[in-house]
């Protein structure tokens, strides 16, 4: 049933459940007011759905909405409720809630007044008094809970839009739907959880003196179950990182005196909770995400390609799952493994999958990681996208971090980083990016590797994806040509937050010899490029490379291979006096000497 609600400027959501739900939402006498509009969400089980009657009450009048839904779960129906808003702002209302008129008057004034106020906590009486913190007139600044304050969802109200119609901050935000009234573990929290993820994204999040309604008997957060104590524990560890375990004992002890001798029962409950608000990624990342989009939908993409990495794949899923940044995108293509990987992909997809962790599973039969990653790059609906292998890991703030990078830099398209490569032996080196001398660096180390960089869309479309001919060295002949484009640039500092590992059975490799006629054909590939592009400079470059692969020929030991391409470099140089330099350059480079493309630059 839908209301007229199109000059509805607070809009009540009012969760309900069961075939009784709408009669006891009739029952509640749900004021009309200037502004006010009602939206009811009626959870029905699939029996009960076909045969639900919306009460006249309700149907007669212009300014009730509802709507129904499948499944379980409170945050799930007020998650729903977020969804089909219409209003500039929404509360969120229990069915034998009394509603307040002038209660509700005053918040649409206070949010008025306040232009900037994403997030309003108000009060509601009760039969079970609640204990609330003074109030400021423009609000109390919720930087921090008060001390013995929990937040209640009926006393939630929340900008989802702006005057001009367009969407706000807190349109963005959601309930965590492992926690809340029919939850499987967590029975309550999911509010507290709900102010800490908006005052993660910098949102204007205050307390009011105003009461909204009325409330019989005591909300969820003061239930003593198991799945309500787990909860309180988790929300210790997450708002009081370093004293929750002081805390909960506190608690406990308060709890066990107010019950009667229950203090083992109620620490263990609230203990469980604490470790697992501690070590949960999947909570980690609800509340991390500092960066989203207005109407929820994901910045970034990561594209990953899978071949025969079912041994391997888990780890980097572990860390990717781990990331901070939500929402977030991740499309794995699997292109015929025959190991088991895809089975692996698909467990952990129905396993860590949720609104805003979206993962797409998709196939490739086309060999090779080009077309693998072309065939991804076909599903990327977002402004960013990330190319990663299935092989390496990321650290968990890595996401995050660059997509505030191209966030706070409006006009830049790439932002890079340097990457810690870590050979089986224990050893580790830094693989740098490079905003000077892109080109160069890019030909010469290949600073332009897969894993190095976040970039629009846009630009990874308008190179033209991956060059499947391409089956080696394929991320510096892509890297040539962003580059070639002029992007806009930026690197970031600080610690990698990349971790390469490098092995024989690693996309990128470890022999040159055993793949020269891949690598060959790469530097084949961009030489055409770059001659057709008027950049005769560059395709020296090229020159040089191959006189450093002969070098690197050699030694592997693969001596033929090394002077045969020796060969062919030199016939390439027109000039006698830049042989000497080829020369010099594959000699330094056989003989384990590093640094000769910085030595041979300047006579090339």
Not at 158 to 181: I, V, W
Not at 337 to 366: C, N, Y
Not at 478 to 487: A, E, K, N
């Amino acid at each position: 049933m839908r209301g007229n609600h199109s000059n509805t400027i607070l809009e009540v959501a009012v969760a309900t459940c069961g075939p009784e739900g709408a009669e006891r939402v009739a029952a509640m006498g749900l004021p009309r007011l200037h502004g006010v509009g009602y939206l009811v969400s009626w959870q029905l089980s699939d029996t009960d759905i076909a045969s639900a009657v919306v009460p006249d009450s309700l149907t007669s009048r212009d300014d009730v909405r509802v709507v129904t839904l499948r499944g379980l779960g409170l945050s799930r129906n007020r998650n729903n409720c977020l969804r089909e808003a219409c209003g500039e702002l929404m509360m969120f209302a229990d069915d034998d809630l009394r509603l307040n008129p002038e209660g509700l008057a005053e918040v649409i004034e206070t949010f008025r007044r306040i232009p900037s106020l994403d997030y309003g906590s108000f009060r509601f009486d009760s039969d079970v008094p609640k204990q609330y913190p003074p109030s400021a007139p423009d609000g109390t600044p919720l930087h921090r809970l008060p001390r013995g304050f929990y937040q209640s969802s009926v006393e939630v109200v929340l900008r989802l839009r702006n005057p001009d119609g367009t969407p706000a901050p807190a349109s963005a935000l959601r309930f965590n739907e492992d926690f809340g009234l029919g939850a499987p573990r967590y029975t309550a929290g999911e509010e507290e959880l709900l102010l800490r993820r908006a005052r993660n994204a910098s949102m204007d999040c205050r307390a009011f003196d105003i009461t909204t309604a009325f409330h019989p008997g005591a909300s969820t957060g003061m239930s003593m179950s198991p799945g309500s104590l787990m909860a309180r524990g988790v929300c210790a560890a997450v708002e009081y990182p370093l004293t929750a375990p002081l805390r909960i004992m506190l608690t406990a002890y308060r709890l066990s005196r107010q019950q009667g001798g229950r203090f083992l029962p109620f620490l263990g409950s609230m203990a469980r909770g604490c470790i697992e608000g501690y070590t949960s990624h999947k909570l980690r990342r609800y509340l991390g995400g500092k960066i989203s989009q207005p109407d929820n939908r994901p910045l970034l993409t990561i594209v990953i390609p899978v071949y025969n990495r079912a041994g391997m794949v888990e780890d980097t899923l572990r860390s990717i799952e781990a990331q901070t940044l939500s929402p977030l995108r991740v499309v794995l293509v699997d292109n015929g493994s025959t190991d088991g990987s895809m089975e692996v992909l698909a467990r952990w997809k129905q396993r860590a999958a949720t609104p805003d962790f979206q993962i797409t599973l998709l196939e490739e039969s086309r060999p090779g990681a080009c077309a693998a990653r072309n065939r991804g790059l076909r599903e990327v609906d977002t402004p960013y996208v990330m190319f990663f292998d299935s092989d390496d890991t990321m650290a968990p703030g890595h996401c995050a971090r660059a997509v505030e990078a191209l966030q706070a830099n409006p006009g830049v398209e790439v932002a890079g980083w340097d990457v810690l490569c870590r050979k089986a032996g224990g050893n580790a080196f830094k693989a740098r990016f490079s905003t000077r001398n892109a080109l160069w660096n890019n030909i010469q180390h290949g600073s332009m590797a897969t894993l190095r960089y976040c970039l629009t869309t846009a630009l990874a479309r308008k190179a033209g994806g991956w060059d499947t001919a391409c089956a080696a060295w394929n991320d510096m002949e892509f890297g040539v040509r962003l580059l070639l484009l002029s992007p806009r640039m930026i690197k970031l500092g600080g610690k990698p937050t990349v971790f390469v590992n490098v092995h024989p059975q690693s996309i990128t490799g470890t022999s040159f010899a055993r793949r020269s006629d891949l690598l060959e054909n790469t530097l084949d590939t961009i030489e055409d490029t770059l001659a057709k592009a008027g950049r005769t400079d560059a395709v020296r470059w090229v020159n040089l490379r191959r006189a450093i692969l002969a070098g690197l020929y050699t030694r592997e030991g693969a001596t033929d291979k090394a002077r045969r391409l020796m060969s062919v470099t030199l016939a390439k140089e027109p000039s006698r006096r830049r042989r000497p330099a080829l020369r010099g350059a594959m000699t330094i480079t056989a003989r384990g000497m590093r640094g000769a493309a910085r030595i041979f630059r300047l006579l090339i």
